[in-house]
């Protein structure tokens, strides 16, 4: 039997490469983070949005308006920065925050 790509562009698996913005927005959409505030430099055509749940707080920077290549900083428990790179760095940030309290 003769598989072509366009046989596996349906199975559940075929999202796995999406952004980390999108992974991201769903994991903190599911846990009730809030839009703090929001400003664009416009000499740079960069956005910086201010995330918060709590007492943690993140940043999401993306410049012109390209989402897929947002970057994201967040601060650990002693207020160190955090670059993110995964979800799961988000995640292990969050998680330790929030059990300080």
């Not at 927005?25 to 839009?35: E, M, N, Q, T, V």
């Not at 994201?72 to 925050?97: H, M, P, R, W």
Request: net charge positive.
């Amino acid at each position: 039997m003769v598989f072509s790509l366009k046989t596996f562009k349906n199975l559940p698996m075929s999202n796995i490469s999406s952004s980390l913005h999108a992974k991201v927005h769903k994991w903190i959409d599911s846990f009730g983070f809030r839009l703090n505030g929001s400003q664009t430099n416009y000499k740079d055509n960069v956005t910086t949005n201010h995330y918060f749940f709590e007492t943690f707080n993140f940043l999401e920077r993306a410049k012109n308006n390209d989402l897929k290549n947002s970057k994201f900083l967040c601060f650990d428990a002693y207020g160190e920065a955090i670059n993110v790179k995964s979800l799961l760095d988000l995640q292990t940030a969050f998680f330790e925050n929030i059990s300080q309290l």
